[in-house]
């Protein structure tokens, strides 16, 4: 596909790209409580029902944060970028089938909790959309291609570098789901220290 | 997170937030109708089952304009914001976090409306759309660290005064639900004098 | 909430509202195809059980093309518009809602063809859009409350003709129904002559 | 309806269409998840669920493929439409509830993914997509119509040959279909290779 390559995009395109992206993020995010069931109990069961949903409103709160994690970074990245080429669109629509796939680990997380199966599938999804992401931001600002002369080369490193934070978390978490899911669930806790780290030695440097 | 606060964003940015929180209002606003369920019987059972189906369609309308006045709030106070930081994306994810949640009490209560239980799961989701909404105000306003310099400090009270209405309402609503669920709904009611109360008083001064 | 009426809006608010309701339209035209369930059947059954789909997927056909028409139809007021206020935004929520609800009356009409229960239900659903269309129309344009100054009485009262074209079809059409469910769904084909004839006579006079 | 074709729309016109075909184009992609459905089976037979599901997952990947790949082509017109008016409007309705209409298709494919029904309905919807998307091109650039004057004829005739690639596919993947499905789904895979030749042809010209 090198020959669709060639033709730049116009500043409406740009916007065009960031207003689908807002909105399969907004979709993808407001779709995840839709994955949690209405209880089908007698009246007097209710309270008891929804408290074995305990994982499901969990796992909600989850996906949620994680998804509007991502939002917040794809609005960071494209604060960068100044022009969208024919690859770069098909990026992002890679990104976003990673980010509106989320939904469904989400709610098969929130049903079987306790296996090592749906512990992996969450874990290998989101690593998919770490990785997709960490691509996109390397696409994007190699050589410039993309993003604004104005960028310096130490804010682009630390954008590489904060992206595989996700990928490596979670990808290591999955040998841990084999042995023990919850292990490989509290696990999952460490991107937040590794984020601020990682924040912190930028703003320092 | 403290590390993060520092960065101001672009005009773009704002946009961006502003057309976020409209399309996750939008998407929540208009799955509450995926909630009423279609009925499954024999076509001459069809006006039977729709009629049975009244708390449901209550529920639906009464949802729609909760999240409405939200939305017209969320307006109101985004009128007045000029500059974002990345704490406030994240309380503005979580205020958006509980209105994309509440079309499940929604459906709950349609479901079960004589219990206690949905009553209280009700009126806890809205007590913390409430309070979220009430504390994103607090902390844009506090020394007029997000807001436009022209907005006066009785406007900022008078905001604040209105972001506790709709939590006092839905939180002494509880205790009386564990009493009787439909003296508790009634109750509700108070929102709409409350409210013109509050802003009679503040257009009179 | 008189009190409510006062204060004006700025242009940011107008372009909120308006993409507001874009968003609705389009979630609401978009979720109609979920109602559309997919057959669980052995696979030598599969092209019987969608021939028996005939009329759910008439009935998607259908509303898509209403939905279509009212947003059209907002598109054209909203064209004329210029300013809002709050009763204005609860207007535009009443008539929301009423597109918000329609995927439920298509779903029942899809299952139920054949009965006066699911065409009284999307007749009075249809009925309610272009009811309110027709008063947030008048409350726009009387004395140019909210319209631009540009545009003339004739034009005003073409448009208001015109927004009882649906409700006046379709209320006469409950009545039919009670006698025989087809013919009350033939007659709601008259909308398209009707609208032509008045649209024709405003453009030649 | 020629009566309705008179009228031209103002730049905001422009806006809103782009807009509403931009979200219709976000929750079709992003509802096809929905489409996947949660295993319900005792948690040690979850990974078998899951592999069984193997052909939803395909058909969600290929099905967002398609829906991104449409929604690029629509930019890549919109970005030379400069006008609209009424019958412009609904065409682009049409080509939306074609569009909307896929995740019905796509689910029907993801479950009976071995069946000549669930393969001809997949062809047949994409190809009445295709079919329109030209309409639409060929309406829009006639006597430059709708688009901005700088078009030239060679453009506009790629953009003709393009659009019909696919259907040209997809209805002769059909008799196929009715022979051996399979082959019919690898004849799909000639749309990537036809495209890339014609693009190739139009840059060298």
């Given at each position: 596909?090198?020959?669709?390559?060639?033709?730049?995009?116009?500043?409406?395109?740009?916007?065009?790209?960031?207003?689908?992206?807002?909105?399969?993020?907004?979709?993808?995010?407001t779709l995840l409580v839709v994955q949690i069931t209405?209880?089908?109990?007698?009246?007097?069961?209710?309270?008891?029902a929804l408290g074995e949903q305990?994982?499901?409103?969990?796992?909600?709160?989850?996906?949620?944060?994680?998804?509007?994690?991502?939002?917040?970074a794809h609005h960071r990245v494209f604060n960068h970028v100044?022009?969208?080429?024919?690859?770069?669109?098909?990026?992002?629509?890679?990104?976003?089938?990673s980010i509106a796939f989320l939904p469904f680990p989400t709610a098969v997380l929130g049903k079987y909790s306790s296996t090592a199966t749906a512990t992996i599938l969450y874990a290998g999804s989101?690593?998919?959309?770490?990785?997709?992401a960490g691509a996109i931001w390397i696409y994007a600002s190699s050589g410039h291609r993309l993003i604004s002369?104005?960028?310096?080369?130490?804010?682009?490193?630390?954008?590489?570098l904060r992206s595989f934070i996700v990928p490596l978390v979670f990808l290591t978490s999955i040998p841990l789901a084999l042995?023990?899911?919850?292990?490989?669930?509290?696990?999952?806790?460490?991107?937040?220290?590794?984020i601020v780290l990682v924040t912190r030695r930028h703003s320092d440097a």
């Open positions: 596909v090198a020959v669709l390559d060639g033709e730049e995009h116009s500043p409406r395109s740009l916007d065009r790209v960031v207003f689908f992206a807002d909105a399969v993020f907004a979709i993808a995010i209405v209880p089908q109990v007698a009246d007097s069961g209710l309270r008891h305990g994982w499901q409103f969990f796992s909600f709160a989850l996906s949620f944060a994680v998804i509007g994690n991502w939002w917040i100044v022009r969208v080429n024919e690859r770069f669109l098909w990026l992002n629509l890679l990104f976003l089938m989101l690593s998919a959309v770490g990785l997709i002369a104005d960028v310096d080369e130490r804010h682009i490193r630390y954008f590489r042995v023990d899911p919850s292990t490989a669930q509290y696990w999952w806790g460490l991107v937040i220290p590794l």
